[in-house]
């Protein structure tokens, strides 16, 4: 970020995009002071694009089916980035693992959201996890990434209930309430430079 300029960000999504449209939604109402810079998705039938072009917002589709190794699609989606002076890096619902390519590229610059409360339940179909785990909270976490699965320091989690009669589905949603102001909220920690990160420990300064 430099001087007075909004915070730039990179939305990579390869799903529905729900996520997104909570973020475009925070910035259009002014709670957020950024702009997303572009969208980029390895799906060319992600609904967030078409998110991304009902607000104006340039979209990328990079796919990854033409890279054989994972780190010269993570080299050629850093370009994309810096092309487009990137300054935070959003993962949301991007469904691959990141390579020592783009994470050292960015540092402490990448967030994703994990609807989970890490370090419980990484990985794929967290929520059906936590059902056959039995907790009764589960949530949402934001954190930075690093080369593990959901492994990086951790910004922000909301709890969520786990009731009795939950499926897969109802508690999918329940926690996706959470993670669309949870994940504003940590992006606007990060935007007013809110964030220090201390090995494994995140600061949130006052
Ligand atoms: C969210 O549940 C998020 O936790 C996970 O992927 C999902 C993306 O949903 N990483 P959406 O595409 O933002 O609707």
Redesign the pocket.
């Known amino acids: 970020m430099s001087g007075n300029a909004p915070c730039r960000l990179a939305v990579l999504?390869?799903?529905?995009?729900?996520?997104?449209?909570?973020i475009i939604d925070c910035i259009e109402s002014g709670e957020l002071t950024a702009e997303i810079a572009c969208v980029i998705s390895n799906k060319a039938d992600?609904?967030?694009l078409t998110r991304a072009s009902r607000h104006g917002i340039p979209a990328v589709i990079h796919s990854n089916a033409h890279f054989s190794e994972r780190s010269s699609y993570d080299a050629a989606t850093v370009e994309i980035l810096r092309s487009h002076k990137v300054d935070l890096v959003i993962?949301?619902?991007?469904?691959r693992i990141l390579t020592d390519t783009m994470v050292h590229a960015f540092p402490n610059a990448i967030m994703?959201?994990?609807?989970a409360l890490l370090p419980s339940f990484p990985g794929l179909h967290?929520?059906q996890q936590a059902l056959d785990y039995g907790v009764r909270y589960s949530g949402?976490t934001v954190h930075f990434v690093d080369c593990g699965t959901d492994t990086g320091p951790i910004i922000l989690q909301t709890v969520v209930p786990v009731e009795q009669d939950d499926t897969e589905e109802t508690l999918?949603a329940r926690?996706?309430k959470a993670?669309h102001h949870t994940f504003a909220e940590a992006i606007k920690l990060f935007v007013d430079r809110k964030i220090l990160v201390q090995g494994r420990r995140v600061q949130i300064l006052p």
């Open positions: 999504v390869s799903g529905s995009g729900t996520n997104l449209q909570a992600a609904y967030a993962l949301a619902g991007f469904m994703n959201i994990h609807p967290a929520q949402c999918s926690i996706q993670e």
